[in-house]
């Protein structure tokens, strides 16, 4: 069965220092992951995807992911977090069977960016 | 309580062809939105809505058109199916701006031939 399950429910860090949000993953199948951010009042925003490529997955804002097939992880790391980081990000597996599309998220973390 | 369901399943367009992909929800959510799904690639927003009567864009509305009469029903309209909609439709709803957890439907796998 296919399951995700982010660490987390809440981070905070200061501004400039290194963001850490964690998801481990459960998949019989090659899994696709991603990462989504949401801000407030809004859809969901693509950061990144892994699906059967490099290992590393740089995304957009400076966000990067590894794909850790030893420790089924997908961790969202950020060398230097910005008070526009403040958001809710989701980790998000995918499956497709011939009979069957399957979104699985996570629930989500919530990073909060102090000054 | 069936949280959020689509409707078809499947289905296959001839090019130029319309229709509509129907969306409910019965949890009383404000917030609804439509996402398309391209093989390998993540969620891309089409549309979304903060409650009845009100819609608007998301990245990717070009070739749709949404209404939002009631605060259950989100239906999606395709009134020229061209090839590039081919896609998987996800359909979401969520309760307000604070709580920004969307629950999804069981996606539409649309096939435009």
């Known amino acids: 069965a296919q399951s995700v399950t982010q660490l987390d429910s809440h981070v905070s860090v200061s501004e400039g220092t290194p963001v850490l949000l964690r998801c481990n993953y459960s998949s019989s199948y090659s899994p696709s992951l991603f990462w989504y951010v949401q801000h407030p009042n809004k859809g969901l925003q693509l950061l990144l995807k892994?699906?059967?490529?490099?290992?590393l997955v740089k995304g957009i804002n400076g966000f990067e992911a590894e794909f850790k097939k030893s420790e089924t992880s997908f961790h969202l790391t950020k060398p230097s977090a910005h008070m526009s980081d403040a958001a809710e990000y989701f980790c998000v597996v995918f499956f497709s069977s011939y009979n069957t599309d399957k979104l699985i998220f996570g629930t989500g973390t919530r990073l909060q960016v102090f000054p | 309580n069936a949280g959020v369901t689509q409707t078809p399943k499947f289905r296959i367009l001839k090019i130029g062809q319309s229709m509509t992909l129907q969306c409910t929800q019965d949890m009383n959510h404000n917030y609804m939105y439509w996402y398309r799904q391209d093989p390998g690639m993540g969620l891309k927003l089409i549309y979304y809505?903060?409650?009845?009567?009100?819609?608007d864009k998301g990245e990717v509305p070009n070739g749709y058109n949404v209404s939002r009469s009631t605060t259950e029903d989100f239906p999606l309209r395709l009134e020229l199916a061209a090839p590039s909609q081919t896609s998987v439709y996800f359909c979401?709803?969520?309760?307000?701006?604070?709580?920004?957890?969307?629950?999804f439907g069981p996606g539409t796998r649309l096939t435009v031939l």
């Open positions: 892994y699906t059967s490529a490099a290992t």
């Open positions: 809505s903060v409650g009845a009567g009100i819609t």
């Open positions: 979401a709803s969520s309760y307000s701006r604070d709580t920004n957890k969307q629950f």
